[in-house]
């Protein structure tokens, strides 16, 4: 019976998505065990990084734990797939919709759908636009991006202090334009050096969170700016470790030659501290997946749930101890 529904789900899956329509059909008929189990709509944005392959693994498997159907969707980074896998979760009348807002604009419309049809919306990982109606959504689970850019410009004082330059140069690669991580990054990073005149920023580029992007953009950056650059802060690792790859083939040392800070916590990343390559590590984990599962089973209760919830999460750094960092699994 379970077979049987995932198929039909699956069917109907392919079916809207490549027919771009809005579906008029209802849940299946629910029987047997399958009918017991929580159905929860997860509307995933790709697998842009190793940190979203880490973050959609860690859904799966906590789905599986928890026993929660899940209906995923991997919207390839466009908005509109992800629109449209909402308004298949509506049609299928599930339980619960989860979703990571590619971009932070834009969702009001889908959203009015899903509240109007009963079903609860967690935002997952990022955010929506401050500005919208705040009964469009329940409840918020991720990272405080804010906290992070900060940290990463914490350790940059730090490292100042330390230095023998009057002026460190940045240069900085930022993620996804309008995503919350590349916005809050962005925000926390220079509200803790703004006014301090040891730092001049150079200029600011969009690496879209992808490793070949942050490689290219770093190329360029290196072209213009050569070595009057001292300091990369980098919104994600995908793109540092693409930005790593260039500052070696421009003959400079990064890590020495260049102070690079960076976001998320790869298990590459920390290789590359360990290795001197990277002086700052932030830490966003993906491992979002029993958080998402337990808020789902409570929304299901009808229990009341926190409005925001932020894992813990912490920051390392060439200062600290590195031998104890347990291994990353992402
Ligand atoms: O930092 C990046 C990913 O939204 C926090 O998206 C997430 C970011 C993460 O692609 O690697």
Same mark, same amino acid.
């Given at each position: ?15 809207? +998505?490549?027919? @771009?329509? =809005?579906? =008029? ?33 860690? $859904? ?13 969707? &991997? ?20 339980? $619960? !919709? ?9 969702? #009001? ?12 919306? !967690? ?8 500005? !919208? ?7 918020? $689970?991720?990272? &405080? ?15 100042? #202090?330390?230095?023998?330059?009057? =002026? ?27 006014? &301090? ?12 969170? +992808? ?18 650059? &001292? ?27 260049? $102070?690079?800070?960076?976001?998320? /916590? ?20 993906? *491992?979002?997946?029993?958080?998402? *599962? ?7 209760? /009808? ?8 894992? #813990?999460?912490? *920051? ?12 990353? @699994?992402?």
């Amino acid at each position: 019976m379970r077979k049987h529904r995932f198929i039909l789900i699956l069917l109907a899956g392919c079916l809207f +998505l490549f027919a @771009g329509c =809005t579906p =008029t059909r209802e849940r299946p008929e629910e029987t047997g065990e399958s009918g017991n189990r929580l159905l929860l709509g997860f509307a995933q944005i790709g697998s842009e990084s190793s940190w979203r392959i880490g973050n959609t693994r860690s $859904v799966q498997e906590a789905a599986e734990q928890h026993g929660i159907q899940l209906m995923m969707s &991997d919207a390839n980074q466009k908005q509109e797939n992800e629109i449209r896998a909402i308004r298949q979760f509506i049609a299928y009348q599930v339980d $619960v !919709i989860a979703f990571v807002p590619i971009v932070e604009e834009g969702w #009001e419309n889908v959203l009015l759908e899903a509240r109007n049809a009963g079903i609860p919306v !967690i935002l997952s990982d990022r955010q929506i636009s401050g500005t !919208i109606d705040e009964s469009l959504y329940t409840t918020y $689970v991720g990272a &405080d991006f804010y906290a992070e850019g900060k940290k990463a410009g914490e350790f940059l004082l730090k490292k100042a #202090e330390q230095s023998e330059k009057e =002026t460190l140069h940045i240069v900085e690669l930022l993620g996804t334009p309008g995503s919350t991580p590349a916005l809050q990054r962005e925000r926390g990073f220079h509200d803790v050096i703004a006014g &301090d005149s040891r730092f001049e920023m150079l200029e600011a580029v969009s690496g879209d969170f +992808l490793r070949s992007k942050g490689k290219e953009s770093m190329e360029k950056l290196l072209e213009k700016w050569g070595s009057e650059i &001292d300091v990369l802060y980098s919104h994600n690792d995908g793109m540092t470790l693409g930005a790593i790859d260039a500052i070696e083939s421009a003959g400079l040392r990064p890590g020495k030659d260049i $102070v690079i800070i960076t976001v998320d /916590g790869e298990q590459a990343a920390v290789d590359l501290l360990k290795e001197g390559k990277i002086n700052c590590v932030v830490e966003c984990t993906p *491992m979002l997946g029993d958080l998402i *599962m337990e808020l789902t089973e409570k929304l299901a209760a /009808g229990e009341e749930v926190p409005r925001v919830i932020h894992p #813990e999460e912490t *920051m390392f750094t060439e200062y600290d101890d590195l031998d104890g960092i347990p291994s990353r @699994g992402y």
